[in-house]
């Protein structure tokens, strides 16, 4: 409990610190996407550390469906402490992940006022599970979409490059 608590104080630090007015980023309309940059690039770094303090035992994925079975799984659950709510394919490389609880998204109001809030909110996270999938050897793009608070969907398309 503890460790979630730490983890979205950190999580709400990084953003207030990127958006604060005498931010180094500019926060206007081109600072906001160099943030946004900014944040998935935190995110990815963490994600390859994540996935390289993994044990060799289970990164031995036989599928790409696998793969996201465990982000679903394991990493969210050693994240979040708690699993994704769904996962969803079309069998083409293109995975839906769905949490009807975000753990960033749940003290935020439920609002529609706040929808334009979140994409900062959700950045760090895209980058998180793009760069667990890169360590696993996976190039994907990972964006998020939500339409109510605080559900929220993790797009991942795999890049058969």
């Known amino acids: ?21 005498d931010s180094d980023l500019d926060p206007g309309p081109g600072g906001q996407r160099t943030s946004l940059q900014v944040l998935e690039g935190m995110g990815f770094r963490v994600g390859q550390a994540l996935g390289e303090r993994l044990p060799r035992e289970m990164l031995a994925f036989r599928e790409e469906l696998d793969v996201l079975k465990f982000l679903c799984r394991d990493l969210w659950g050693a994240v979040f402490q708690k699993q994704m709510d769904g996962l969803r394919t079309n069998h083409q490389g293109t995975y839906v992940l769905q949490d009807s609880s975000f753990p960033l998204l749940v003290r935020m109001g439920s609002g529609l006022q706040y929808l334009e809030e979140v994409p900062k909110f959700l950045a760090f996270t895209c980058g998180l599970l793009r760069g667990t999938l890169s360590t696993l050897g996976i190039r994907s793009l990972v964006t998020a979409s939500v339409a109510a608070l605080p559900a929220c969907k ?7 490059c």
Request: aromatic content about 10%.
């Open 1 to 21: 409990m503890v460790d979630a608590v730490l983890f979205e104080l950190l999580h709400t630090e990084m953003v207030a610190e990127l958006w604060a007015p």
């Open 154 to 160: 993790f797009q991942v398309v795999i890049d058969r």
